[in-house]
Every structure is written in structure tokens, then in C-alpha cells.
């Protein structure tokens, strides 16, 4: 058979058994190996399980004996590409080997496809696939090697502090400084100077000259979070560093010039601070050039299991937790929840139910009462049920929650939810809430 092969132009090399098999795939990459059901020191099946799970790329045809079907059906069901039965023909040797050749090139170009996907999908770790984040990443590829001026918006959380890294890393500027101010932070005259620097002596405390970020930034890009804190001094100066690329220093007179990319962000609808009187107008014109908005967790709930499993995943190889992943109904409260804080608020919750979660799998009971089904109701799918039937989990739920409040005390709880306190036993008797549930 090696004889044959080789002559139909394939590399072969033969093995004398089981343990030598093993031997020669420790030391060297196989496309295929074709293998037979009795060997001399131990089972064909056995190979194949080894190979299966240590060498999973390698597929394996088995060659059973003739007329074993119950073998062959073992074979491809213990994982093997294929198998051929005893006595071997040629042609049929061949076909199988070409057969399993052609699936590896499908599945080679299939994985291929994927990466190519996953590089248009996704920009290095900002994860997405709603079609508001594709828009996102679009943007951001058309302007990042750009000068433009971009202006990022979104609530906190949303990825903008990230989106921002994500511009700078694909422009031409990537291999130059990344600057961060977070403008909010700082009081304003403290904030010019962190900006544009200071000469020495020019204000109490400030001892010796100061390099601005303006500065340290120059050939690379600077990123102004929270833009719509500054004030109105500081509009008035950045307009100017952002229209001439110009600035002087506090208390000096030395005009600086540089080569800057200016990003920012903002959490507040500038337009509505320009209809308040709080932002300059001239200014918004300046920085609204581009807007990249990013959307809230809550209006791309399909983000949501991506966005959890790449966290958990992360964690997973961060710490030595084996947790698996989301039982169906912690996804479910996942995705119905309303995230106020976001993808970060997402992450915190993942991260606490990993290093807190006590099996393998993520359940409801880890996560954070009011995600795991407390005030954000998950109402399933009717299916097959009646209205009525359907409405009762979550009436189970809101009676639970309320009498939890009330320390299980009936006549408050009646009070709250509005109801007499027949109503509420007849309630809690049809739900099975008579007894005390200790809830953790
Ligand atoms: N699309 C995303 N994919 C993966 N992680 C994200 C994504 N967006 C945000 N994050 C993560 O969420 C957290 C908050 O993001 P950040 O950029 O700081 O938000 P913002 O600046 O809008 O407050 C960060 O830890 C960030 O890594
Ligand atoms: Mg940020």
C-alpha cells in the first residue's frame, strides 16, 4: 500500500504498530493517516481516539475488516473521515484519499473566509456584529488614516475611550504617541497646563517648565475625553489649537506648533449643550466633522452573548477558572437587561460571576438580582401556552420580588402590589409561594 501511494505521488511514511504510530505523530505533522483495526501491539480504535484528541487537524480512514458494518459505522462515529474495508482496492484507496484531501481544502478555505470575515468584522479586540457597530468599524477604517478631526460620542461605556485607540492604531500615525486627557478630571487651570504645558514660575506651584500633552503628543494623536465639561475658556483656546495646531504655553509667549491628530469624545449631545448656551458653537462646527456615535448595549441586545463569551473567555485566560459559559437563562436575563453602564457594566457583572460562580456553568443565582430577574421581568416565549399560562412566571416573579421587599410580610406586600389579601394568598398559593423560599 506505502508502495502504491508513493507511486501516485504521495508522501508516505509506514509505521510497524500502534506505539510506534504514536511515536512518529509526536515528531512530525501528518495530512492523513490511514490505519487498520487490528494492529500488532494494540487497537486501531484506540489510535484513532489518541489522534482525535490530541491531534484533531489529522483526519484518520480506518481499515476494518469485510463485511464488519457494525465496525465501520463504530469508525466514523468514534470520529474517523472515513473507512475502507478489507480486501483494499486500489481505486477505492485512492478515492478515499483524494475525498478526505478535498474536505480539508473546504474546511482550510472555510477557516480562511472566517479570519478574512473576522478582520472586516471586527477591529482587533473591539468586538461587534450589529449592524450599527459594522457602520462603526466602517468609519473608523475610512477615517483612521485620515487628519480629520473626529468626534466620538455615546453614552459612558460604550466604547468610545476604545474607539478612539482603535483609530490611532490603524493610521499611519500608530507607531507615534497616543495621548490621553481626560478633560472632566481637572480644574480648568490645571487643565490648560496639563495641555499646553507651563514656564517655570508662571503660577503658584508651578516650579519648573512643564511639557504639554499637545506636545508629547506631536506626530501622534491626542485624545480629549469628556470635551463637553471644558469651559468656556477653554473652548476658546482650543478652538484656536485646533483650527491653527497652535498654543503657547502658560505664562509664556513662545508659540508652539505641531502635527497632532485631535480625537474626542464626548457623553452628552454636544448639540444640545450648543442650544444651552454650554458649548460653543464655533467649536462644535470644528469638532463635528466626523461623528463616529456609538450605540448603547441596550439598542444592540444581539451584541450581548458575543460581547459576554469574549469576556469570559479573556478571564478564562487570565485566571485558571474553568467556568464554561451561560446556562440558557443567564443569557436570557443578560440580553433583557437594560445596562445603564454598558459594555463596562457588562464586563463587571461577567467578571464577578466568574470569580464568585460556583459550577461550571454561569446561572442567574451569579449574577447581580437585578439582572438576574429582579425588576427586568423576562417574559419567554409564549410557544404553545396560553397567555394566561405564560403570564404566570413572571407574575411568580414580581410577587417574589415584592414579598422579598416586605420581608415576606403579606399585608404590606398585598399594599404595594395594589391588591386585597385574598387576591395575593389565592396568588400565592396557585404559584406555589406558600412556603417561606429561601432565596441566597
Ligand atoms: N466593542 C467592544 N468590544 C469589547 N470590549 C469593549 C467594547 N467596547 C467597550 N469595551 C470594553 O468596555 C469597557 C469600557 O469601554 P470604554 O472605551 O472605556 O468606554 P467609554 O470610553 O465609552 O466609557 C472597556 O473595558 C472596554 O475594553
Ligand atoms: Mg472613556
New binding site residues.
Given amino acids: 500500500m506505502t508502495d502504491w501511494l508513493r507511486d501516485q505521488g504521495f508522501t508516505v511514511d509506514a509505521s510497524s504498530g500502534y506505539t510506534d504510530a504514536l511515536e512518529q505523530l509526536r515528531k512530525k505533522t501528518f495530512d492523513l493517516l490511514l490505519v487498520d483495526v487490528r494492529l500488532q501491539d494494540g487497537d486501531g480504535y484506540d489510535l484513532l481516539e489518541q489522534v482525535r484528541r490530541n491531534y484533531p487537524e489529522t483526519p484518520v480512514v480506518l481499515i476494518t475488516g469485510y463485511g464488519d458494518a457494525d465496525a465501520a459505522v463504530e469508525a466514523l462515529r468514534a470520529g474517523a473521515a472515513d473507512y475502507l474495508t478489507k480486501p483494499l482496492i486500489d481505486d477505492e484507496l485512492l478515492m478515499a484519499v483524494q475525498r478526505v484531501f478535498n474536505q480539508r481544502q473546504v474546511i482550510k478555505e472555510n477557516n480562511q473566509l472566517r479570519k478574512e470575515l473576522d478582520r472586516r468584522y471586527s477591529l482587533g479586540?473591539?468586538?461587534?456584529q450589529d449592524v450599527r457597530?459594522m457602520r462603526v468599524f466602517e468609519m473608523v477604517e475610512s477615517v483612521a488614516d485620515t487628519k480629520a478631526t473626529v468626534l466620538v460620542s455615546?453614552e459612558?461605556?460604550?466604547?468610545?475611550?476604545?474607539?478612539a485607540r482603535a483609530i490611532h492604531r490603524r493610521s499611519d500615525r500608530a507607531g507615534k504617541p497616543f495621548i490621553e486627557v481626560a478633560c472632566g478630571a481637572l480644574p480648568e487651570n490645571l487643565l490648560e497646563s496639563e495641555l499646553f504645558g507651563h514656564v517655570a514660575g508662571s503660577f503658584t506651584g508651578a516650579t519648573g517648565d512643564k511639557t504639554g500633552k499637545f506636545m508629547q503628543a506631536n506626530g501622534g494623536t491626542i485624545f480629549l475625553?469628556e470635551i463637553g465639561t471644558a469651559s468656556p475658556a477653554m473652548q476658546v483656546k482650543l478652538l484656536r489649537v485646533l483650527q491653527e495646531l497652535e498654543f503657547e504655553q502658560v505664562g509664556g509667549s513662545k508659540t508652539f506648533k505641531v502635527d497632532v491628530r485631535v480625537i474626542l469624545?464626548t457623553?452628552e449631545d454636544l448639540a444640545v449643550a450648543v442650544t444651552e448656551g454650554r458649548f460653543r458653537q464655533d467649536l462644535y462646527y470644528r469638532v463635528n466633522v466626523i461623528n463616529i456615535d456609538?450605540p448603547a448595549l441596550r439598542e444592540r441586545r444581539s451584541d450581548i452573548p458575543l460581547?459576554a463569551q469574549?469576556f469570559l473567555q479573556e478571564l478564562r485566560d487570565d485566571t485558571n477558572r474553568t467556568v464554561r459559559g451561560f446556562s440558557d437563562e443567564a443569557l436570557a436575563a443578560l440580553e433583557n437587561y437594560a445596562w445603564p453602564g454598558n459594555?463596562?457594566e457588562l464586563?463587571n457583572v461577567v467578571e464577578r460571576a466568574v470569580l464568585l460562580g460556583k459550577s461550571e456553568m454561569i446561572t442567574p443565582a451569579d449574577l447581580p438580582r437585578d439582572i438576574a430577574g429582579g425588576s427586568a421581568i423576562t417574559v419567554s416565549r409564549v410557544g404553545n401556552r396560553t397567555l394566561k399560562e405564560a403570564l404566570e412566571e413572571p407574575e411568580r416573579q414580581i410577587i417574589l420580588d415584592v414579598l422579598e421587599a416586605n420581608g415576606w410580610n403579606r399585608n404590606a406586600t398585598a399594599d404595594s402590589l395594589g391588591v386585597n389579601r385574598t387576591t395575593l394568598y389565592k396568588k400565592m398559593k396557585k404559584l406555589g409561594l406558600e412556603e417561606r423560599q429561601m432565596v441566597n
Fill in positions: 479586540n473591539v468586538v461587534g457597530m455615546g459612558s461605556g460604550t466604547g468610545k475611550s476604545m474607539i475625553d469624545a457623553n456609538l460581547l469574549t459594555i463596562r464586563q
